[in-house]
């Protein structure tokens, strides 16, 4: 009986040793896939960005100045950026509408990956920022019901939030029309945009 | 004896079930300190500042848009963001030159904090945006030291990085003037920044 028991227990806790290695995902959209080879930019630039579930969207200021604030997004499986901002009660949405130049940047850190060094300014820890322009989504076209399915479906959170017109929320696009992306020890790569869009097998 | 392994066993599980609920710090800088009350919003700010390995640091471009980058920093507890970059070799660095207007965004998220409903925008997973200008520190000014001696310690993978003057790495501090602080469902608050640098009982 004894014996039974220890089994149990031991394979229980290689289970749970099984558990911890695996890298800790946090919200990233989608199912869990595999990091692809970092020389191939645009599937990488895909993957991170798919596998994000949050990052930094820095738009202007109304005096032209820089401000990063922390968002979810989800790309919905097209690369694209799609967003849940407030125009009311955060300063992002408000900004975007002025200003609609914007950068979107993640970093792989938060994914688990960047293991062999912890550190996440060494250049082999992926980094990536879109730049472009933010764009309101008209709520009951095609694209804004997209974004709205895609959004819901990777922050179930974000479907419960009141929609009282003053609270302003609406769904916004990031048209990217500049990929940087560092993820070898190189100097930083820029990934032709049409192709990143057009890359269709993730 | 295949009890005393069987309770062994039971204990080794015990362990490591109590590491997997202790929230995974993802390198933050000095040792892990309890999450403040957020309604304490300079103590807060100055906890997920100093407990924060990396952030976005988002500065202008040449055309003076907007443009955020993956970054190590310490604050050496002081709450003053310190960064090691490189004029040469990455675009920001070259950028705070021209135009050194800049922020420094970090969500709580990877801290593992936001466990209630995993979802990074939701307003009580803690997001905050350090506004300011970058300022390039004297290599063997006291400053200059100061931040070299924490980066270092936070970051020791960036003590061996090659310094011949073509890399162009050197300190940065972001002077802080503002603070945006999202740690509560209510509006973002503004804590006062000379109190902020004031707190001393981190």
């Not at 076209?141 to 419960?160: I, K, T, Y």
Request: proline share 9%.
């Amino acid at each position: 009986m004894f014996q039974h028991r220890s089994t149990t227990t031991l394979l229980s806790l290689v289970v749970f040793l099984f558990l911890m290695a695996e890298p800790r995902r946090v919200g990233g959209a989608g199912s869990p896939s595999p990091r692809p080879a970092p020389e191939d930019a645009i599937l990488f630039s895909r993957w991170l960005v798919n596998q994000s579930s949050y990052g930094v969207l820095a738009t202007l200021d109304p005096l032209g100045l820089p401000f990063g604030n922390v968002m979810s997004f989800s790309d919905g499986g097209k690369g694209i950026p799609y967003f849940y901002l407030t125009t009311l009660l955060d300063p992002t949405g408000a900004y975007a509408l002025r200003r609609p130049r914007a950068s979107l940047t993640l970093s792989e850190y938060p994914l688990g990956f960047c293991t062999e060094t912890n550190e996440p300014q060494w250049p082999v820890c992926a980094k990536i920022t879109l730049s472009g322009r933010l764009r309101i989504l008209a709520p009951n076209s095609r694209e804004g019901v997209f974004a709205q399915d895609a959004l819901f479906r990777d922050h179930p959170q974000l479907a419960g939030w009141p929609t009282q017109p003053e609270r302003g929320f609406h769904f916004f696009k990031l048209v990217v029309d500049q990929i940087f992306l560092v993820n070898l020890m190189a100097p930083a790569r820029y990934p032709n945009v049409k192709d990143y869009i057009r890359y269709n097998n993730l």
